[in-house]
Structures are given as structure tokens and as C-alpha cells.
């Protein structure tokens, strides 16, 4: 009887030793799903979510920010550094995307020589001049933007300009001999039938003032002035009037092309080494010339800030300016169109021949 019960002690001692042992084993598989379907625990599942393939959308990071440079920017006191006021101001508070410096000149003859040194590094200046740098510096600069399209007028002090043709015979005050300005006048006569040697006398002037000088001292007279120097000229001399729209006369003329007064290049070599942060100088443009035009009062404040021109003559001059704003292909499109018209005219003024495509920075 006693060998009986310890027999029965034994078996049951036996199974559930054999039971505990399963427990622990199906514990250490738990892993794996069971008969039941039963999921993995979540400490198993967060192990096998981080173990992804490397190339999978989880684990990509987003690309650093690119690094911002020291941007020095050369304009010149007229609509071609109006359009950038906006930058100017963004710069001056710090939250310009670049460190931009900028250099206000009065005119192009001191901007050339500071970019080909290196001292700038982008400049607003005239469209032609842009095609002179590129082929007679080898290729060191390239073109990124239009600024400003046509802004020169014919102005009267009297009553004899109705129409362009009535230029005929006349004696023209006029200021830009060598820039775009005369390229301007000199083609739309030529095109008007009038011979801009002979039709015309031509009186070449240094500066506005000259001509303002003239009118005060006549009863009559007439120029080709561009804005804002239009605007400062009629409140000066009395009964000077808008007889001309120059653009206008232009666009007439439906030869394919648009007329543009001034463009932004960039060294070549800046443009290559700072790829991303030229397009962040060029977003920041486009929305610098939008201001302007849709913000005339408060841009006029802040042309005066920096020193551009008077807040009140620039109030009255910004609807006549053509500020304006064109890249890429668009841009392209209607420099290639200008410059072929100033070309055709005289290859001189644009250094002897058309930019090939590498004059055309595109993004």
C-alpha cells in the first residue's frame, strides 16, 4: 500500500515538472505566433520596426539646409535698384536668406570695374552692357535676371510732339550716349524712316541736370529723359510735359523683341560655387519687385531709406518705371530679342556679337 502511494507521489511529481518545463519553453518561443493566432508582444514589434532595410521612406532624413554666404550687390541710383529695396530692407533686420552688402552707385562706369575684380559679386546694370561684359571678359559673368524694361521718355516744354515722327528736324536734349538710352532712340528713328545723323540734332547731355538747366533758361525744348529723372525734371520746370513713351513707340513696332532698360548678372564662378543660394537671391528678388509695384507708397519710403532717391519723387515716378521681373527661359527669350536689335544696329554696342547660350543662367 505505502510502495502504492509513493508510486502516485512520484508520477505526480514527474508530470508537473514536464509541465512547468513546457510552460517555460513555449515563454521563450513567444515570438512566434501560437496555435491560437495570438500577436507578438509590443516590445517585439517596435524591435523588428527598427530593423528596417536603410533605403525604406522611414529611415530618409531631410537634406541640411544649404549654408548662407556674404552676397555683395552693386546697383545704381535709378529703377534698376529700386526693384531690390525690399532685400535691402530683409538684409539690414537680418532675415534675408543671404548676407547681402550692397553698394549704391550713380552710375555703370563705377559698378564695371569692381565687378570684374571681384569686389561684387551680383550688379543690377544696363542690358547691353551685361552683353559687353560676357564677351570681352571671357565668359566671367552670366546673365540671371531683367529688372526693368523700358523707362525713357520724350519730354516737352511746350506743345510741338504729338507722335514720335514729329521728332523730325527737331533738336533733342538727350542723356545715356553709349548705353541703351541712345541704342533706343537711334533704332526707333531709324525704323521711323528719319536718319538719327542727319534728321535730328542730337545734343548730348552727362546728366539730367544739364537738361533740367537748359529748360528753366527756355521757352521751349525738347529730351529724351529716362524716369525717375522725368518725374524730378517736371517739378522743376514749369509746364514740362510727357509727349513720348518710348516703350510704347517699341512695342508698335511689333519686331519680336521687348524693350529692356536694365538686367542683374552674377560672376560666373560665384554662380557655380553657390548654385543654391543664388536661387534663394532670386526668389527673394522676384518677391522684392512684386512689393514695389503692388506697394507704391511704402516702397517709395524705403527708396528713400536707402538712399535711392527722395520718397516723394519716387512715389510719382514707380508707375512709370516698367519695374519688372524675368528668369529662365522667359528671360531669355526677350534679352535675345533686344540684344538682336541692338546688334543689327551696331554689333559695338553689345561687344561685337550675340551672347551664346552660356551668357544665360538657368536654373
Given at each position: 500500500m505505502k510502495k502504492n502511494n509513493i508510486f502516485r507521489m512520484l508520477v505526480s511529481?514527474?508530470?508537473?515538472?514536464?509541465?512547468?518545463?513546457?510552460?517555460?519553453?513555449?515563454?521563450?518561443?513567444?515570438?512566434?505566433?501560437?496555435?491560437?493566432?495570438?500577436?507578438?508582444?509590443?516590445?517585439?514589434?517596435?524591435?523588428?520596426?527598427?530593423?528596417?532595410?536603410?533605403?525604406?521612406?522611414?529611415?530618409?532624413?531631410?537634406a541640411p539646409a544649404y549654408e548662407p554666404v556674404d552676397i555683395n550687390i552693386g546697383g545704381m541710383t535709378g529703377p534698376t535698384s529700386m526693384g531690390m529695396i525690399k532685400i535691402m530692407e530683409s538684409a539690414e533686420a537680418?532675415?534675408?536668406?543671404?548676407?547681402?552688402?550692397?553698394?549704391?552707385?550713380?552710375?555703370?562706369?563705377?559698378?564695371?570695374?569692381?565687378?570684374?575684380?571681384?569686389?561684387?559679386?551680383?550688379?543690377?546694370?544696363?542690358?547691353?552692357?551685361?552683353?559687353?561684359?560676357?564677351?570681352?571678359?571671357?565668359?566671367?559673368?552670366?546673365?540671371?535676371?531683367?529688372?526693368?524694361?523700358?523707362?525713357?521718355?520724350?519730354?516737352e516744354k511746350g506743345n510741338e510732339i504729338e507722335n514720335f515722327t514729329d521728332l523730325k528736324g527737331k533738336t533733342i536734349y538727350a542723356t545715356g550716349k553709349g548705353s541703351t538710352p541712345e541704342y533706343t532712340l537711334r533704332y526707333l528713328l531709324s525704323e521711323h524712316g528719319i536718319d538719327p545723323d542727319k534728321d535730328v540734332d542730337i545734343q548730348w547731355k552727362s546728366e539730367p541736370n544739364e537738361v533740367v538747366a537748359l529748360f528753366k533758361n527756355s521757352e521751349s525744348g525738347i529730351a529724351m529723359m529716362p524716369q525717375p529723372f522725368v518725374t524730378i525734371a517736371q517739378t522743376q520746370v514749369e509746364g514740362l510735359r510727357i509727349a513720348v513713351n518710348l516703350t510704347e513707340v517699341w512695342e508698335e513696332l511689333d519686331n519680336g523683341s521687348t524693350l529692356i532698360t536694365g538686367v542683374v548678372v552674377v560672376r560666373s564662378d560665384f554662380a557655380e560655387k553657390h548654385p543654391q543660394q543664388i536661387a534663394a537671391f532670386l526668389e527673394e528678388y522676384k518677391e522684392s519687385t512684386q512689393y514695389v509695384n503692388a506697394n507704391i507708397s511704402e516702397a517709395a519710403q524705403l527708396i528713400e531709406k536707402f538712399n535711392i532717391f527722395k520718397a516723394a519723387v519716387a512715389e510719382k515716378a514707380l508707375p512709370y518705371c516698367n519695374i519688372a521681373f524675368m528668369e529662365g527661359k522667359e528671360m531669355k527669350e526677350a534679352v535675345k530679342g533686344y540684344l538682336s536689335v541692338l546688334f543689327d544696329q551696331n554689333p559695338k554696342s553689345i561687344g561685337g556679337q550675340l551672347p551664346d547660350d552660356e551668357f544665360y543662367y538657368i536654373k
Open positions: 511529481v514527474l508530470m508537473v515538472t514536464v509541465l512547468f518545463t513546457l510552460f517555460i519553453t513555449g515563454c521563450g518561443n513567444s515570438n512566434t505566433p501560437g496555435p491560437s493566432g495570438s500577436q507578438n508582444p509590443p516590445d517585439a514589434t517596435s524591435s523588428a520596426t527598427s530593423e528596417q532595410p536603410s533605403d525604406s521612406p522611414a529611415s530618409e532624413t531631410p537680418g532675415t534675408a536668406k543671404n548676407n547681402y552688402n550692397f553698394t549704391i552707385v550713380g552710375s555703370a562706369d563705377e559698378i564695371t570695374p569692381k565687378l570684374i575684380k571681384g569686389e561684387l559679386d551680383i550688379a543690377a546694370v544696363p542690358a547691353n552692357l551685361a552683353s559687353v561684359l560676357y564677351n570681352n571678359t571671357d565668359k566671367k559673368i552670366k546673365l540671371l535676371a531683367v529688372n526693368t524694361l523700358g523707362v525713357v521718355y520724350i519730354v
